[in-house]
Nanobody, 121 residues
Framework: QVQLVESGGGLVQPGGSLRLSCAASGSIFSINVMGWYRQAPGKQRELVATITSGGSTNYADSVKGRFTISRDNAKNTVYLQMNSLKPEDTAVYYC???????????????WGQGTQVTVSS
């Protein structure tokens, strides 16, 4: 059984910073892609950033230059450093892991439970 557990959300003032973490647990050999998505009230879930096991990254235009995604492959953990936060960044942030190699095969597209990020004065 593979689980993703996020942490690090909370309330922050505009211009502030937060760091999200997501750890994948279970009998995991490797994970190809890990990433962060977010969903604001009344909106669809959207991509924030992804990172491959080799370190290639992809960002939504709205967060480029403010957010940084990184990962620790040995710990099966992905991070999202969020700086210069804006009220429009308020959302539930979800961790995603895709192509998780386990003993008996590959698991695709596994989600965490989400963590709330609120940017408000």
């Amino acid at each position: 059984q593979v689980q993703l557990v996020e942490s690090g959300g909370g309330l922050v003032q505009p211009g502030g910073s937060l760091r999200l973490s997501c750890a994948a647990s279970g009998s995991i050999f490797s994970i190809n892609v890990m990433g962060w998505y977010r969903q604001a009230p009344g909106k669809q879930r959207e991509l924030v950033a992804t990172i491959t096991s080799g370190g290639s990254t992809n960002y939504a235009d709205s967060v480029k230059g403010r957010f940084t995604i990184s990962r620790d492959n040995a710990k099966n953990t992905v991070y999202l450093q969020m700086n210069s936060l804006k009220p429009e960044d308020t959302a539930v942030y979800y961790c995603n892991a895709d192509q998780i190699r386990i003993r008996n095969g590959v698991i695709y597209n596994r989600w965490g439970q989400g963590t709330q990020v609120t940017v408000s004065s």
